[in-house]
């Protein structure tokens, strides 16, 4: 794979300037909590700083593939010690590298995928808000794989852009807590990752 599964870092330069000149308040921002929906849920146990549990309300309806392939990752036990490789302030947390994003040497975290092709797009009108999940790709819209994001706040220059496949419906106060960098110095990681229906 020779192009990095990344969100652009024009589009996310463009995206934190947008981001500043909303001037919304601390409370504007992060007043907004999903509900549940029907599922499936994936459910995170982080390691590290962010120690605790997070839970994702996926979107089947919106992104049939994508959802079945974080699904088949996670039953495998593909994203288990997968780190949290790329994480902006004030943007997103970045992890589900199943290739190269675990162990000791994470040189390459954020360049892989799994052993499954990638996925054609599944773009949506469902906004990048605070708590949505979304997939990460390269340049080519139909080259997402496994990894994924949580948006730490609205980012809605990345709508229609990236294929939206969640929502963080419990522990958002543990995403917020995610060790930052690109990558940080000692990552967080999701030592486990199960699926509820």
Do not use: C, W
């Not at 309806?61 to 288990?80: C, F, I, K, Q, S």
């Not at 995928?113 to 708590?131: H, I, K, M, N």
């Amino acid at each position: 794979m020779s192009s990095e599964k990344f969100l652009f870092a024009g589009l996310m330069s463009l995206g934190l300037a947008v981001l500043g000149g909303y001037g919304l308040s601390q409370s504007a921002v992060f007043a907004q909590a999903a509900e549940d929906g029907p599922g499936p849920n994936l459910v995170i146990e982080l390691t590290g700083q962010a120690e605790g549990e997070v839970v994702i309300d996926l979107l089947p309806d919106v992104a049939p593939a994508h959802v079945e392939r974080m699904v088949t990752l996670a039953r495998e036990g593909a994203y288990d010690g997968v780190v949290f490789h790329r994480v902006i302030e004030g943007f997103m947390a970045q992890t589900g590298d199943v290739e190269f994003g675990k162990g000791n040497n994470l040189r390459r975290a954020g360049t892989g995928g799994s052993s499954y092709p990638d996925l054609p797009a599944e773009f949506s009108d469902v906004p990048f808000t605070r708590g949505v999940v979304g997939m990460a790709r390269s340049d080519d819209p139909n080259s997402a794989n496994s990894q994924f994001f949580i948006m730490f706040a609205p980012g809605e220059f990345l709508n229609g852009q990236y294929t939206v496949v969640g929502r963080v419906v419990q522990g958002m106060d543990v995403v917020d807590r995610i060790a930052r960098g690109e990558p940080p110095r000692t990552p967080d990681a999701m030592a486990k990752v199960t699926v509820a229906e």
